[in-house]
């Protein structure tokens, strides 16, 4: 199975950028498409992104569509997530994750494997 780790998190004002990083490790990251999620502290975990195995395509969530955007290296086992134009409310613990299904959900279930997390922090 994979192993995956989430860095690149921090505190940022609002406007600010971050990228953060998926790396994966025990097995190839190309034979899985891959998700982020995150959560604030008393909400539910929820979609942010998630991008095929090849890269070919990819979903956002409209609360950061347009400011977002995942990506992957399989040649490097890393995924990432461009955060730009951050706000407050983009606060949240993020996780990437991980599956071996044939299609790219957005749901909790829909993927195997998780990362522990990275707290991004935004300042107002």
């Known amino acids: 199975q994979v192993q995956l780790v989430e860095s690149g998190g921090g505190l940022v004002r609002a406007g600010g950028s971050l990228r953060l990083s998926c790396a994966a490790s025990g097995r190839t990251l190309s034979i899985y498409n891959m998700g982020w999620f995150r959560q604030a502290p008393g909400k539910e975990r929820e979609f942010v992104s998630s991008?095929?195995?090849?890269?070919?395509?990819?979903r956002y969530a409209d609360s950061v569509k347009g400011r977002f955007a995942i990506s992957r290296d399989n040649a490097k086992n890393t995924g990432y997530l461009q955060m730009n134009t951050l706000k407050p409310e983009d606060t949240a613990v993020y996780y990437c994750?991980?599956?071996?299904?044939?299609?790219?959900?957005?749901?909790?279930?829909?993927?195997?494997?998780w990362g522990q997390g990275t707290q991004v922090t935004v300042s107002s």
């Open positions: 994750a991980a599956s071996r299904r044939n299609y790219v959900g957005t749901k909790y279930e829909d993927y195997d494997y």
């Open positions: 991008i095929t195995r090849s890269g070919g395509s990819t």
